[in-house]
T-cell receptor, first 116, second 117 residues
Framework: DQQVKQNSPSLSVQEGRISILNCDYT??????FLWYKKYPAEGPTFLIS?????DKNEDGRFTVFLNKSAKHLSLHIVPSQPGDSAVYFC???????????????FGAGTQVVVTP | SAVISQKPSRDICQRGTSLTIQCQVD?????MFWYRQQPGQSLTLIAT?????????ESGFVIDKFPISRPNLTFSTLTVSNMSPEDSSIYLC??????????????FGSGTRLTVV
C-alpha cells in the first residue's frame, strides 16, 4: 500500500521560473516530511524537511508547504536552475517508537528538467 | 553529516550466485538501513540493520534471501542470495543518528547497481 504518492512523474520548467512539486499522503500518523534530490548514479541527498506541526519551512531557494487537512505537501524551488534537474522524492516519517523508529516511506519521485 | 562508502558501485552477476554489498560510515551512527530501488520505482526499505543482533525485515523481505550483518556502529553488509533477474535493482545503504533523522534527514550511500543475467 503506497502511503506517499507523487502523481506527477515529470516536470519541465524554464530556468528562473518556479518549480512546484506535489506530494500526497494517506497516513495521518506521519510526523515529519522530507524531500530528497537524486542525480543518476548517486544516492538521494536530503534537501529540506518539515514537522507536522508547521505549515511552512524555507531554506534558501527551497520552501516546503504542508496542508495537514488535505494530507498534501509541496516543494517550491525559486528560481529554478539547470543544476536542479534531478529526480525529487517526497518521504514521510513517524516519530520514534519501539517498533517503527526511523522508517522512511518514499513517493515514486518526480523527474524535474530545467531548461535554459 | 556522515559520509558513506558503499561497495561495489555496480556489478553484473550470474543468476543463482550471491553478492555482498558493503556499507562503511566514517562515524558511529545509531541506525543503518538497506533500501532497494527497482527500475522506474521508488525506494523500498528492505531492513533495519541492528548492531549485534538480527536485522529487522520489512514485509516481503526475508533473511534467507537478504542476510544482513552489522558487527559495529560503522559497518554493515547486505547479501543478495541466489539471485534472479528480478533482483536487478539499485541497493542503497542509509544511516542516521537518533533524534537527527527527522530534522537533518537520512544520509544515503551512492548505491550499488546490480544487474543479474
Amino acid at each position: 500500500d503506497q502511503q506517499v504518492k507523487q502523481n506527477s512523474p515529470s516536470l519541465s520548467v524554464q530556468e528562473g521560473r518556479i518549480s512546484i512539486l506535489n506530494c500526497d499522503y494517506t497516513n495521518s500518523m506521519f510526523d515529519y516530511f522530507l524531500w530528497y534530490k537524486k542525480y543518476p548514479a548517486e544516492g538521494p541527498t536530503f534537501l529540506i524537511s518539515i514537522s507536522s506541526i508547521k505549515d511552512k519551512n524555507e531554506d534558501g531557494r527551497f520552501t516546503v508547504f504542508l496542508n495537514k487537512s488535505a494530507k498534501h505537501l509541496s516543494l517550491h524551488i525559486v528560481p529554478s536552475q539547470p543544476g536542479d534537474s534531478a529526480v525529487y522524492f517526497c518521504a514521510a516519517l513517524t516519530s520514534p517508537s519501539t517498533d517503527s523508529w526511523g522508517k522512511l516511506q518514499f513517493g515514486a519521485g518526480t523527474q524535474v528538467v530545467v531548461t535554459p | 553529516s556522515a559520509v558513506i562508502s558503499q561497495k561495489p558501485s555496480r556489478d553484473i552477476c550470474q543468476r543463482g550466485t550471491s553478492l555482498t554489498i558493503q556499507c562503511q560510515v566514517d562515524s558511529q551512527v545509531t541506525m543503518m538501513f538497506w533500501y532497494r530501488q527497482q527500475p522506474g520505482q521508488s525506494l523500498t526499505l528492505i531492513a533495519t540493520a541492528n548492531q549485534g543482533s538480527e536485522a529487522t525485515y520489512e514485509s516481503g523481505f526475508v533473511i534467507d534471501k537478504f542476510p544482513i550483518s552489522r558487527p559495529n556502529l560503522t559497518f554493515s553488509t547486505l547479501t543478495v542470495s541466489n539471485m534472479s533477474p528480478e533482483d536487478s535493482s539499485i541497493y542503497l545503504c542509509s544511516v542516521t543518528s537518533r533524534g537527527q533523522g527527522a530534522v537533518y534527514g537520512y544520509t544515503f550511500g551512492s548505491g550499488t547497481r546490480l544487474t543479474v543475467v
